[in-house]
């Protein structure tokens, strides 16, 4: 006797909340599907999703989700992705192949590193992995040819410096480096022509690079946070008086003179200022 086909998620007889929102979605022909703080711990508890090909945007935040299983990308269809605040400690590699996903937020997991090709999404625009436990070494080697992002958000990671290949991104109008351990940030940073917002504060940095000073970071819908930095002194007086004086200044002949000697005589990094032990996404532990 033949076995039929094999679906990639199996159905379970336990009637969650998530199966009721899948069922009522599939008969109305909804597209999109918001399944925030349902409870759910498996994908195994939302049968049918994956068959829901003409589904464009998932909320799945909030839950208790450990695995994302490779068949999510059979939503090819697929615009918005969702998984804020689970328990997820990795991505599936076919998560990149996704021909229409512009929104993915992982945000607030359990992400040591990322699946090797990650780089490889066509038209992701917005990547949200704030709140888990990256660093340089987690990125895969393309990770920077993303180059229709726009907006990429790596928030309280483990980040002591940023690869200078960040500078391809060059469609990058948000960057949010906020509460890393980073100790430096690359000049290239400077060279990203449509950058008008660079989120720096609570790192271990000391000087910037005087490339920063290219930036157009004074319109109105701009924005520049870097407090809570072991500044230097003349970055620190500047920055009393406003963000502005600071760009002011990195941008003179003065500033560059003293950078050079900075770094040319720099000593071992400030400390780590911030325990990150007890973040829940260390924790390995699921209730």
Not at 170 to 199: A, F, M, S, T
Not at 269 to 281: F, V
Request: proline share 8%; net charge negative; charged share 25%.
């Amino acid at each position: 006797m033949e076995n039929g086909p094999v679906s990639c998620l199996p159905t379970t007889p336990k009637m969650s909340k998530a199966k009721k929102v899948i069922e009522e979605a599939l008969e109305n022909q909804n597209p999109e599907l918001d399944l925030a703080d349902k409870g759910v711990v498996s994908f195994e508890e939302m049968p049918g999703l994956i068959d829901m090909h003409n589904i464009t945007r998932i909320t799945l935040s909030h839950n208790k989700i450990q695995k994302v299983p490779p068949g999510i990308a059979n939503l090819t269809q697929l615009e918005m992705l969702n998984l804020f605040n689970n328990h997820i400690e990795e991505l599936p590699v076919s998560l990149s192949s996704m021909p229409k996903l512009r929104i993915l937020n992982v945000g607030m997991n359990r992400l040591d590193s990322l699946p090797r090709g990650f780089g490889a999404f066509a038209v992701l625009e917005v990547l949200d992995l704030t709140y888990n436990n990256l660093s340089e070494t987690s990125l895969p080697g393309n990770f920077f040819m993303l180059e229709t992002l726009r907006a990429l958000y790596l928030g309280d990671n483990d980040f002591e410096t940023i690869p200078p290949e960040i500078g391809q991104l060059k469609n990058l109008q948000i960057l949010v480096l906020r509460e890393n351990d980073l100790i430096d940030i690359p000049k290239e940073i400077g060279y990203l022509p449509r950058l008008r917002e660079l989120h720096i504060q609570a790192n271990r940095l000391t000087v910037l690079p005087p490339e920063l000073g290219n930036l157009d970071l004074f319109g109105n819908k701009s924005v520049l946070r870097m407090d809570f930095n072991p500044w230097v002194a003349p970055i620190a007086d500047q920055l009393q008086v406003g963000v502005s004086h600071v760009i002011d200044y990195i941008r003179s002949e003065t500033y560059r003179y003293l950078h050079n000697r900075h770094i040319a005589a720099r000593g071992p990094p400030p400390p780590k200022l911030n325990d990150k032990t007890r973040k829940i996404s260390r924790n390995r532990q699921y209730s």
